[in-house]
């Protein structure tokens, strides 16, 4: 069965630090999808990335970049120069071929908090 | 456009009561869900409608009825809930529903029930 672990429930730091997210996935697929999601404390989860299993380059947008092992299993979120407006809880998610394509298994979650 | 909307933000029912909660999106997104979440937990999936018809049914008790108007319209009709259905539900669409799309979410209805 597929499992996503977000082993950080919170992490604290102070503005302009970074800060990375962990996230490890189990699937017996060789074809999965990988997203990332953050929640503000408005409620609605906003789209981050995603990213398919064949396509292991690490990717940067802006202050954010995302590190795909996948000899570790590992989808790592990476926040550059912290700022207040990043705190939220941010999760990790799974989609393979074991789910209809629409199904979504979600990390814990890792609450982040960005202190002035 | 890219926006999903969701009424009541709050709704506050008994036990007896029966209400809906209402999710709308105009990005022609086929293929719909409802999530229930509880503090500090992850969204857990509820329900898929995909092309308008009910795909995926997560064992969901029978107090909670969707239903999908047309391809904009995502409805949840709550009859005889319990205090322990108290949550966040959280609607999303997505393009079709086929692949693993990326999920638009609305902001929520949270539901509180005595």
């Known amino acids: 069965a597929q499992k996503v672990t977000q082993a950080q429930t919170e992490i604290s730091v102070v503005e302009k630090e970074d800060v990375t997210l962990d996230c490890v996935y189990e699937t017996r697929d060789t074809t999965y999808y990988l997203f990332w999601y953050k929640q503000p404390p408005s409620g609605e989860l906003v789209f981050l990335i995603r990213r398919n299993s064949f396509d292991e380059q690490n990717e940067i947008s802006g202050r954010y970049s995302w590190n795909f092992q996948k000899s570790t299993s590992s989808f790592n979120f990476t926040i550059t120069a912290s700022q207040v407006v990043d705190s939220a809880v941010y999760f990790c998610?799974?989609?393979?071929?074991?789910?209809?394509?629409?199904?979504?298994?979600f990390g814990g979650g890792t609450r982040l908090m960005v202190k002035p | 456009d890219t926006e999903v909307t969701q009424t009541p933000k709050h709704l506050v029912m008994g036990m007896t009561n029966k209400k809906s909660l209402k999710c709308e999106q105009h990005?022609?997104?086929?293929?719909m869900y409802w999530y229930k979440q509880k503090a500090k937990k992850p969204p857990e999936l509820m329900f898929v409608y995909s092309y308008e018809k009910l795909s995926i049914n997560e064992s969901v008790p029978s107090r909670f009825s969707p239903e999908c108007p047309n391809s904009s319209l995502l409805n949840l009709h709550l009859h005889a809930l319990q205090p322990e259905d108290s949550a966040l539900y959280l609607c999303?669409?997505?393009?079709?529903?086929?692949?693993?799309?990326?999920?638009?979410f609305g902001p929520g209805t949270r539901l509180t029930v005595t």
């Open positions: 990005m022609g997104h086929r293929a």
């Open positions: 998610a799974l989609s393979d071929q074991r789910n209809a394509g629409n199904m979504l298994t």
């Open positions: 999303a669409s997505s393009q079709e529903g086929q692949l693993p799309d990326e999920q638009y």
